[in-house]
């Protein structure tokens, strides 16, 4: 198995195209065809189906594409380690933050920074929790947003933003209120669908339904993705709740959900960082921005400027 081989079935996926992914690549696309023909032998399936018209991942394809993308992840990863580790003045910011996080809102805060200081280089890496504090201790990266239900006394800590949660009804059930939203108390018996439980949604919403004194009957099988707990709950497999982040922006049968006093039920997201972090001067400023200058602009009181885009990794 070969990095290159990788690189061709992720850009394959991406552009649905074998013609496309080889110019993309720049690789001719008998050399891209030739490379992913021996990558399925490898592996022992076709990862995609291709006719005339599309090309498509099978269900191995969707299956090991995740995969398939850490392992590119982490060359990135271990080739920036190396770059900062040759060049120590090289400004280096690496932001992980758990699937849950609104991705959009975090382009949207970091804009100014990113104009203030053109010469830190930023890094993304979307990761489970776990993971997350692993990476943290290893000095893998710098700072990570998590839910405030998962927070821990090892890290410094600072409220980021909140995001409402909504209900997806069962087989599409109209639970139409006066007002148009639902109690937590007032939710009907369906086993409600979770993920495996890494990224935060399972733990947030126990916690949340505990606080409450609601009962939290979770379906007994795991999605996969958001998108799955919004399909399976088309299907009437369960129902569904997520962060309106995470709400496909076509789904008009989403309930806002409130608690016993009425306010809207969220999950708060902070962002923690190392105790003992030998506080670099560019990640120094970097928590001084997110302290003083961040919440006025989840506040919407200051304009935003046009952003470099940020690279994962």
Same mark, same amino acid.
């Given at each position: /198995? #070969?990095?290159?081989?990788?690189?061709?079935? +992720?850009?394959?996926?991406?552009?649905?195209?074998?013609?496309?992914?080889?110019?993309?690549?720049?690789?001719?696309? &008998?050399?891209?065809?030739?490379?992913?023909?021996?990558?399925?032998?490898?592996?022992?399936?076709?990862?995609?189906?291709?006719?005339?018209?599309?090309?498509?991942?099978?269900?191995?394809?969707?299956?090991?594409?995740?995969?398939?993308?850490?392992?590119?992840?982490?060359?990135?990863?271990?080739?920036?380690?190396?770059?900062?580790?040759?060049?120590?003045?090289? +400004?280096?910011?690496?932001?992980?933050?758990?699937?849950?996080?609104? /991705?959009? $809102?975090?382009?949207?805060?970091?804009?100014?920074?990113?104009?203030?200081?053109?010469?830190?280089?930023?890094?993304? +890496?979307?990761?489970?929790?776990?993971?997350?504090?692993?990476?943290?201790?290893?000095?893998?990266?710098?700072?990570?947003?998590? &839910?405030?239900?998962? $927070?821990?006394?090892?890290?410094?800590?600072?409220?980021?933003?909140?995001?409402?949660?909504?209900?997806?009804?069962?087989?599409?059930?109209?639970?139409? #209120? &006066?007002?148009?939203?639902?109690?937590?108390?007032?939710?009907?018996?369906?086993?409600?669908?979770?993920?495996?439980?890494?990224?935060?949604?399972?733990?947030?919403?126990?916690? $949340?339904?505990?606080?409450?004194?609601?009962?939290?009957?979770?379906?007994?099988?795991?999605?996969?993705?958001?998108?799955?707990?919004?399909?399976?709950?088309?299907?009437?497999?369960?129902?569904?709740?997520?962060?309106?982040? +995470?709400?496909?922006?076509?789904?008009?049968?989403?309930?806002?959900?409130?608690?016993?006093?009425?306010?809207?039920?969220?999950?708060?997201?902070?962002?923690?960082?190392? #105790?003992?972090?030998? /506080?670099?001067?560019?990640?120094?400023?970097?928590?001084?921005?997110?302290?003083?200058?961040?919440?006025?602009?989840?506040?919407?009181?200051?304009?935003?400027?046009?952003?470099?885009?940020?690279?994962?990794?």
């Amino acid at each position: /198995m #070969k990095l290159r081989q990788l690189r061709f079935v +992720k850009s394959v996926a991406e552009t649905g195209s074998f013609s496309k992914a080889a110019e993309q690549c720049c690789a001719t696309q &008998p050399t891209l065809s030739n490379a992913i023909a021996q990558l399925e032998e490898e592996l022992g399936g076709r990862l995609f189906d291709r006719t005339t018209r599309k090309v498509e991942l099978t269900a191995f394809g969707n299956h090991i594409l995740g995969r398939i993308e850490e392992v590119l992840l982490a060359e990135q990863e271990v080739l920036q380690t190396a770059k900062t580790y040759h060049d120590p003045s090289h +400004k280096l910011l690496r932001i992980g933050f758990s699937p849950l996080v609104d /991705m959009g $809102l975090l382009n949207h805060i970091l804009q100014p920074f990113c104009h203030k200081y053109q010469d830190i280089e930023l890094f993304f +890496k979307e990761c489970l929790l776990d993971d997350l504090s692993e990476r943290l201790r290893g000095d893998v990266i710098d700072i990570a947003i998590i &839910p405030s239900s998962m $927070l821990s006394e090892e890290y410094e800590h600072v409220s980021f933003y909140e995001d409402p949660l909504f209900y997806i009804a069962r087989d599409g059930t109209d639970l139409t #209120k &006066p007002g148009g939203i639902l109690k937590l108390t007032d939710l009907p018996s369906d086993p409600v669908i979770m993920t495996g439980g890494g990224c935060g949604l399972n733990g947030s919403l126990d916690h $949340l339904f505990k606080n409450e004194g609601a009962a939290l009957t979770p379906y007994r099988g795991q999605a996969i993705s958001y998108q799955v707990i919004e399909e399976w709950a088309d299907l009437g497999i369960g129902s569904g709740i997520l962060p309106q982040a +995470k709400i496909s922006q076509s789904r008009s049968n989403a309930y806002p959900l409130t608690l016993r006093d009425g306010t809207d039920a969220s999950f708060e997201f902070c962002w923690i960082w190392p #105790k003992e972090l030998g /506080m670099r001067p560019h990640i120094a400023d970097f928590i001084d921005y997110i302290q003083t200058t961040v919440p006025s602009l989840i506040a919407g009181s200051d304009g935003i400027l046009p952003m470099r885009a940020p690279r994962s990794f």
